[in-house]
Every structure is written in C-alpha cells, then in structure tokens.
C-alpha cells in the first residue's frame, strides 16, 4: 500500500522561506513511483483544499496562480521523494500542507490540479506565516 509522509513544516515570518518534503512508499513491482503525477495541495480552516504545485511524470509542473514565481515543486525518482520549495511566503499561505499521488499511470500536467484525482495522500504538515 502506497503511504506518504509530509515532513518541513514550521512557523516562519511573511517573507521567509520553508521547504517541505514528502516521502513515498509502497511503490514496489510494477507500480512505478516516476510513473505517477504528484502534487501539494493545502487547506486553510473553513476553506476548500486547493491545490498548490502539480509534477507530472514527464517533469512538467503547474502551479496555482497564487504561488507562482514563489513556490517550486520537484520530485527526486530515485528516492521516491517530492519537495515544496517556498519563498516569500505570505501570512495568506498558512495552511495545512499535503502531498498526494495520482493513482492512475502517466497523467500529464494538462491535467486539472483538482484532488479529485489524487489517490493517495499524506496526512498533512501545517505551516504558519505571521505577518
């Protein structure tokens, strides 16, 4: 069974940076973790989860308009590992993080960002930007 791990979160000032990680497993036989799209995805209380950052299995990434230029997502294969760099982060940032993994194979970034389409997910790490 495929689990994620969210990891980096924190309280920073508007302005600062974080980096959060994600580490995937469960990807074994033939289920190929470079096979599939990933994307963090966040959750504000009282708001609808939304997406953030979306990797494909071809490198290609999409972002929310809100974040980019600010945020870069990357994935590592070999490790079976996602990153979230972020930059001048803004109190309207804060959330609670998440990773998630597509469950179907080589979904391109032309994909919508919708978790809908996300199987599998992690259980979340907050980050706090006070202003």
């Known amino acids: 069974q495929v689990q994620l791990v969210e990891s980096g979160g924190g309280s920073v000032q508007a302005g600062g940076s974080l980096r959060l990680s994600c580490a995937a497993s469960?990807?074994?036989?033939?289920?190929?973790?470079?096979?599939?799209?990933l994307g963090w995805f966040r959750q504000a209380p009282g708001k609808e989860r939304e997406g953030v950052a979306g990797?494909?299995?071809?490198?290609?990434?999409t972002y929310a308009r809100s974040v980019k230029d600010r945020f870069t997502i990357s994935r590592d294969n070999a490790k079976n590992t996602l990153s979230l760099q972020m930059n001048s982060l803004k109190p309207e940032d804060t959330a609670m993080y998440y990773c998630?993994?597509?469950?179907?194979?080589?979904?391109?970034?032309?994909?919508?960002?919708?978790?809908?389409?996300?199987?599998?997910w992690g259980q979340g790490t907050q980050v706090t930007v006070s202003s």
């Open positions: 469960g990807y074994t036989g033939t289920r190929y973790y470079s096979r599939y799209r």
């Open positions: 990797i494909s299995y071809d490198g290609s990434a």
């Open positions: 998630a993994a597509d469950g179907v194979e080589f979904r391109g970034g032309w994909y919508p960002l919708s978790p809908d389409l996300f199987h599998y």
